[in-house]
């Protein structure tokens, strides 16, 4: 079973890419006939999923993995604990379940990779859902001390009143579309026409 493409995408960072990578070959080696090999890279692909934030999918991977290799395979068991903590919404326990293990090499970057990017994800739903909030619930909403998520929030434009501990949310930009009117688009179009004879 040829994983080049598998090893290439976790080899350049590709990791969007990942899930379906895996998907399409194991498909390729499902249509031949051939049983999944305890070679299959099922930590990745089951990281892969979860980078690309489609829990269903990993839910339906977890649930096809025999059994034998879930016992067998401690860092498979810990990158499901991730997409558990993503399935209930349990916030600090995906940053416990990130820590919570010495990742190999192979999936060190994705790991890290993923962190960052659902940190990013939780501070972009903050600063949409808050005015102001508490450093604490920063900081467990971020998986940081109170210190961290306070540097990581002050970096991002809030400001803090260190006599309550509390932040107030620098509200992003919402950037709004013009919506053509009708009727303009229709003057216009007879402007035009009236040129053109």
Same mark, same amino acid.
């Given at each position: 079973?040829?994983?080049?493409?598998?090893?290439?995408?976790?080899?350049?960072?590709?990791?969007?890419?990942? #899930?379906?990578?895996?998907? /399409?070959?194991?498909?390729? %080696? &499902?249509?031949?006939?051939? +049983?999944?090999? !305890?070679?299959?890279?099922?930590?990745?692909?089951?990281?892969?999923?979860?980078?690309?934030?489609?829990?269903?999918?990993?839910?339906?991977?977890?649930?096809?993995?025999?059994?034998?290799?879930?016992?067998?395979?401690?860092?498979?068991?810990?990158?499901?604990?991730?997409?558990?903590?993503?399935?209930?919404?349990?916030?600090?326990?995906?940053?416990? #379940?990130?820590?919570?293990? /010495?990742?190999?090499?192979? %999936? &060190?970057?994705?790991?890290? +990779?993923?962190? !960052?990017?659902?940190?990013?994800?939780?501070?972009?739903?903050?600063?949409?859902?808050?005015?102001?909030?508490?450093?604490?619930?920063?900081?467990?909403?971020?998986?940081?001390?109170?210190?961290?998520?306070?540097?990581?929030?002050?970096?991002?434009?809030?400001?803090?009143?260190?006599?309550?501990?509390?932040?107030?949310?620098?509200?992003?930009?919402?950037?709004?579309?013009?919506?053509?009117?009708?009727?303009?688009?229709?003057?216009?179009?007879?402007?035009?026409?009236?040129?053109?004879?």
């Amino acid at each position: 079973m040829d994983l080049s493409p598998i090893q290439n995408a976790v080899a350049s960072g590709s990791y969007a890419t990942i #899930a379906d990578a895996c998907d /399409e070959l194991m498909l390729q %080696v &499902a249509s031949r006939g051939i +049983a999944y090999q !305890e070679d299959w890279p099922f930590t990745v692909h089951l990281l892969g999923h979860i980078f690309a934030n489609d829990l269903n999918s990993a839910r339906f991977l977890w649930k096809s993995i025999p059994q034998g290799l879930k016992e067998s395979k401690p860092e498979l068991v810990a990158a499901w604990r991730i997409g558990q903590c993503l399935w209930t919404r349990d916030y600090a326990g995906v940053y416990d #379940a990130i820590r919570g293990f /010495e990742w190999s090499p192979e %999936v &060190a970057g994705l790991i890290t +990779a993923f962190s !960052e990017n659902y940190t990013k994800k939780m501070f972009q739903l903050l600063s949409s859902a808050y005015s102001t909030i508490g450093v604490a619930d920063v900081a467990h909403f971020l998986g940081m001390s109170e210190d961290e998520a306070t540097n990581y929030a002050l970096q991002h434009g809030w400001t803090l009143d260190s006599s309550s501990k509390m932040l107030t949310v620098k509200k992003p930009k919402i950037i709004t579309e013009q919506k053509l009117d009708p009727s303009k688009l229709q003057r216009l179009t007879e402007y035009v026409f009236h040129l053109e004879h």
